[in-house]
């Protein structure tokens, strides 16, 4: 599964970016997708993930400010990001998986795309 990202830029705080992510194979054959996100000099974190029926999870940090949408038909994946804050700032992946339980799996990762907000 090849995964190709984009999206990213730089804006202000309080603004809103939406990031998109295709597929190379139909998403009805993936269980899950993700967004991961990385900001300098910090350990990766998992941001959002959405199953093939269309169940979401989000970290606390993001609840009620981005939200995650796939469209299978498509193959893509979404991230809106409203009401961004400077400690968003980050590069951010976007990943296909599995869950095992509770616990999502990225088995294939897309490039990253950069995301700045000045504050």
């Known amino acids: 599964v090849q995964l190709q990202a984009s999206g990213g830029g730089l804006v202000q705080a309080g603004e809103s970016l939406r990031l998109s992510c295709t597929a190379s194979?139909?998403?009805?054959?993936?269980?899950?997708m993700g967004w991961y996100r990385q900001a300098p000099g910090k350990q990766r974190e998992l941001v959002a993930t959405v199953t093939s029926a269309g169940s979401t999870n989000y970290a606390d940090s993001v609840k009620g400010r981005f939200t995650i949408s796939r469209h299978n038909a498509k193959n893509t994946l979404n991230l809106q990001m409203d009401s961004l804050k400077p400690e968003d700032t980050a590069v951010y992946y976007c990943?296909?998986?599995?869950?095992?339980?509770?616990?999502?799996?990225?088995?294939?990762w897309g490039q990253g795309t950069q995301v700045t907000v000045s504050s």
């Open positions: 990943n296909a998986g599995s869950y095992s339980g509770t616990d999502y799996r990225p088995n294939f």
């Open positions: 194979v139909t998403s009805f054959a993936i269980n899950a």
